[in-house]
């Protein structure tokens, strides 16, 4: 099956691909694909941002493990989590919206 696939990474334009027999396993592929996505992004960023600091000498790998995130920085952290897994299980939530 040749699916033309773009536009924005977290929607795609018109219907969902279909490449599985069981529905159910597509949308899990979905969710899974999605999380991959996700955790690359963040891998290669983390990655550098680590050898930036470590080659420009400004901060030492145990300052990472022993950092303990304010209030508000808690906060925006379960924000960003929350949305996270509205995208993870954004297919989900499509199916729930067709039944409704």
């Not at 304010?70 to 989590?81: E, F, I, P, T, V």
Request: glycine residues 4%; aromatic residues 8%.
């Amino acid at each position: 099956m040749a699916e033309k696939f773009g536009g924005d990474p977290i929607k795609a334009a018109g219907r969902q691909p279909a490449f599985f027999d069981d529905p159910a396993i597509d949308r899990l592929m979905h969710m899974f694909m999605a999380l991959a996505e996700e955790v690359a992004v963040v891998t290669e960023r983390l990655d550098t941002h680590e050898h930036l600091l470590a080659e420009k000498g400004l901060i030492a790998l145990e300052e990472f493990q022993s950092y303990e995130p304010s209030l508000s920085d808690q906060q925006a952290r379960l924000a960003n989590h929350r949305a996270f897994v509205a995208r993870l299980l954004d297919i989900i939530q499509q199916e729930i919206n067709k039944a409704v």
